[in-house]
């Protein structure tokens, strides 16, 4: 009798309105979370079935690889179109100067060329695991076994600085390696892709091939003639070059000779600059666009709490916004039709990931070094062996931008900035930033130097180490022997406020668009090019750089803004 009352006792206990009822407490009140609950009114017997579908395959997939998933999913969620503007407008002059019509050979040679790279870098990688393995953790472990205490201060005192040494060398190599196996997959694929589309536009039948090959000059012949090895050098660049030879040198009064050589060499400048910053600004906006559509999204499914009162009964539901009128009514259908106070639903934990924002940009310095130290740059003389170079230094700080301070940090110790050659620097930043541009290898160290003074303008600092990697030339090794090394000298920086820009776009928002544009003035159209190739300060300089780098609107009327800095 005692054994089957104790049975008795145990199946009652495993009812789940027993378990319920446990989970409510001695204060009557029960909590349901219905946070993670969805209408399925509106689905349709195929959303259902989609919904169905796609929940075993996320689950298999979390399941199967986890770590894998998480790292997609994270890459997906940090996804940005900013991000791949800059990598467009960054690799703009590498696109441009391209040459299509390289041999197979010569990218067999550039395949090999990052072949052997890699080697070295991985080489180099090994030899410094090794040196501070063999030079440094051995001789502390061999200090353990005679002096303790020696051994532990060193590894306490020396060990987290060496680690991090080690981190920082191990996230370079593997972003270096990254790059390198990138470019050999790019060459690869454009080598067998114009294999296969010469394939096509010269043996296919097809309308398609044939519309093609009729709008190409000269046919087939030179669709055959493409990548050939005596072939000429084709790129975008160099058509434009070719095309400009063709002008007027100059404007000599003659209306046939305003657009020359000096004026198509200015638009097309300006036109390159303004590109650049146009394709940054979309994908900016359509970042904000995304963002806002996110929040707005959080917000439907921000979890509230509502406390329901029927007939004695008393209920705290946990719900969605979105989902809160659906949530009460089926609480009280549920407790109306069976009258048990044991009715209720514990699902999810709403829990919501914060929307991921950019870093604001602040100021924006454009510094343009040209090979000569003083204008005019364009003359007939000079425009032929003219180079030009432009440091794009984002997120400065407003109190450190000075005319002194800025000209003195590309014409000190001498009035050459560096020499300009095949080396690409890439300084990296805190705040996530970078800036790069290119020296020979006897300006190592002025780069590096440089490098230190310009991010003393914001308010980051050096990310070590500095990278320095050998530009081969556009192409082939042969094209390498063209660029020229070259003293660079400061000629100007340009002022970009993104505050300002984001105020400007904010008041669009908040007042509307017409009304903005009537009464203030656009930033974006202000460009202000501050000249440092003087050697003393012009007297209008403070005033320029005080009105570029101000933190409120300026009105239409010409008149000062209201707070300005």
């Known amino acids: 009798m005692v054994a089957r009352s104790a049975r008795m006792l145990r199946r009652t206990r495993s009812l789940s309105s027993r378990q319920t009822r446990s989970s409510i407490g001695r204060n009557g009140v029960r909590q349901v979370n219905l946070a993670q609950r969805t209408s399925t009114q509106e689905m349709g017997w195929f959303g259902k079935l989609w919904a169905k579908v796609t929940g075993k395959v996320v689950e298999w997939g979390k399941s199967f690889g986890g ?12 996804f940005s179109f900013e991000k791949v503007a800059r990598f467009i407008t960054s690799n703009w002059d590498s696109f441009w100067n391209f040459n299509w019509n390289i041999s197979d050979s010569d990218i067999d040679k550039n395949i090999q060329n990052i072949a052997g790279q890699f080697i070295s870098t991985t080489a180099g990688f ?6 501070k393995l063999v030079c440094g953790v051995l001789p502390v472990a061999g200090l353990a076994f005679i002096n ?17 040494e080690v981190s ?33 536009l010269t043996k296919s039948p097809t309308t398609l091939a044939r519309t093609v090959t009729g709008m190409i000059p000269g046919g087939k012949s030179t669709i055959e003639k493409w990548g050939d090895e005596k072939g000429e050098e084709w790129s975008f660049g160099k058509q434009r070059r070719e095309a400009r030879e063709k002008l007027p040198e100059k404007y000599d009064g003659n209306i046939n000779t305003i657009w020359n050589q000096d004026s198509s060499e200015e638009f097309w400048d300006e036109f390159s600059d303004n590109c650049k910053e146009a394709i940054i600004l979309v994908a900016q906006g359509l970042d904000e666009y995304i963002a806002l559509q996110r929040i707005e999204q959080n917000r439907q499914q921000q979890l509230v709490n509502a406390v329901v009162e029927t007939g004695g009964e008393r209920f ?22 069976l009258g048990n106070r044991d009715i209720g639903q514990f699902m999810g934990s709403g829990d919501f990931q914060e929307i991921s924002t950019s870093a604001n940009l602040k100021i924006q310095l454009t510094f343009v070094l040209y090979n000569y130290e003083k204008p005019p740059y364009w003359t007939k003389d000079r425009r032929s062996k003219l180079q030009k170079t432009q440091i794009e230094l984002p997120s400065v700080n407003r109190d450190k931008i000075t005319w002194d301070r800025l000209q003195r940090i590309f014409t000190q110790p001498s009035k050459s900035a560096f020499t300009k050659g095949n080396i690409k620097v890439t300084c990296t930043m805190s705040n996530g930033r970078r800036f790069s541009f290119f020296v020979n290898e006897s300006s190592k160290n002025e780069a590096e130097a440089l490098c230190k003074e310009l991010v003393d303008l914001t308010d980051a600092r050096i990310v ?7 530009r081969k030339g556009f192409g082939s090794r042969q094209n390498a022997k063209r660029i020229k090394e070259s003293k660079m000298y400061i000629s100007e920086v340009k002022i970009l406020n993104w505050e300002l820009i984001d105020k400007f776009e904010q008041a669009k928002i908040d007042l509307g668009e017409a009304s903005v544009l009537a009464m203030y003035q656009d930033p974006r159209k202000a460009k202000v090019k501050i000249p440092l190739h003087f050697e003393r300060k012009p007297s209008w300089v403070d005033n320029a750089i005080r009105k570029a780098t101000r933190t409120s609107l300026e009105l239409k009327t010409g008149n000062q803004p209201p707070t300005t800095t």
């Not at 090994?126 to 040196?131: D, P, Q």
């Not at 270096?176 to 010469?198: C, D």
């Not at 070590?464 to 050998?470: G, L, R, V």
Request: aromatic letters at 12%; proline letters at 2%.
């Open 126 to 131: 090994l030899g410094n695991m090794a040196g």
């Open 148 to 164: 303790k205490a020696a051994a532990m201060h060193v590894a306490l005192s020396k060990g987290p600085e060496m680690l991090m």
């Open 168 to 200: 920082t060398a191990f996230g370079s190599y593997v972003k270096q390696s990254f790059n390198m196996a990138m470019k050999a997959i790019a060459w690869t694929l454009f080598k067998h892709g114009r294999r296969v589309v010469k394939m096509f």
């Open 316 to 337: 705290r539901l946990v719900s969605s916004l979105r989902n809160l009128q659906e949530n009460v009514a089926s609480t009280l259908a549920q407790t109306e039709i």
């Open 67 to 78: 770590w894998l998933w998480e790292g997609i999913t994270k890459f997906l969620s940090n």
């Open 464 to 470: 070590y180490p500095i990278t320095f990697e050998e």
